[in-house]
């Protein structure tokens, strides 16, 4: 059987911190932030961390 491949798109978006959880970029920060208020924009471009039932879903896409 041949090896399972891991997906580019998740291993670009996603990195694996030391708990077993992934962290990433949020979203909604690319364009219209005119509408946005500061408070909002600064929170978006901070990262986020994925909970553990995302992780496990992580951990199968990227098969580090």
Same mark, same amino acid.
């Not at 219209?32 to 909002?40: A, F, G, Q, S, V």
């Given at each position: 059987?041949? =090896?399972? =491949? !891991?997906? !580019? %798109? %998740? @291993? @670009?978006?996603?990195?694996?911190? $030391?708990? $077993? =959880?992934?962290? &990433? #970029?949020? %979203?909604? @920060? !690319? &364009? ?5 208020? &500061? #408070? ?7 990262? %986020? +961390?994925?909970?553990? +039932?995302? *992780? ?7 098969? *580090?």
């Amino acid at each position: 059987m041949p =090896k399972m =491949k !891991s997906r !580019s %798109a %998740a @291993k @670009k978006r996603f990195t694996a911190i $030391g708990n $077993g =959880k992934f962290k &990433h #970029k949020k %979203a909604y @920060k !690319s &364009h219209i932030l005119t509408k946005k208020n &500061h #408070k909002r924009r600064c929170r978006l471009g901070r990262m %986020a +961390v994925t909970d553990i +039932v995302q *992780s496990k879903k992580m951990q199968i896409m990227i098969q *580090s």
